[in-house]
């Protein structure tokens, strides 16, 4: 996925899941502060989900199941407070979902 990713602002839907997309998630997915809906799953993503994944404060779904994801969810996940779907299945993420995200 191309850091150019984040330059359509208003955008508020993104779904490529169940393709075959390599590569990591780009730090400018947080430029996306309209974002309502977000679904990479079923691809082979890898890399630590980015800090800037807490900016869009309007996601209501969050599926990044079944990728290669690793590292620890960021603390950010808590400033979601509108997220209603949340899927993280079939990556290789530790340690602990972040208290936060009960805010």
Partial sequence: IPESIGNPTHLKHFDVAWNALSGQ???SIGNLTYL????INGNALSGQIPE???NPTHLKHFDV???ALSGQ???S???LTYL???SINGNALSGQIPESIGN
Avoid: R
């Fill in 77 to 79: 996940i808590g400033n």
């Fill in 73 to 75: 969810l960021p603390k």
């Fill in 52 to 54: 800037s994944i807490g």
């Fill in 36 to 39: 309502e809906y977000f679904s």
């Fill in 65 to 67: 199941a079944w990728n």
């Fill in 25 to 27: 998630l780009p730090k």
């Fill in 84 to 86: 209603e779907y949340f």
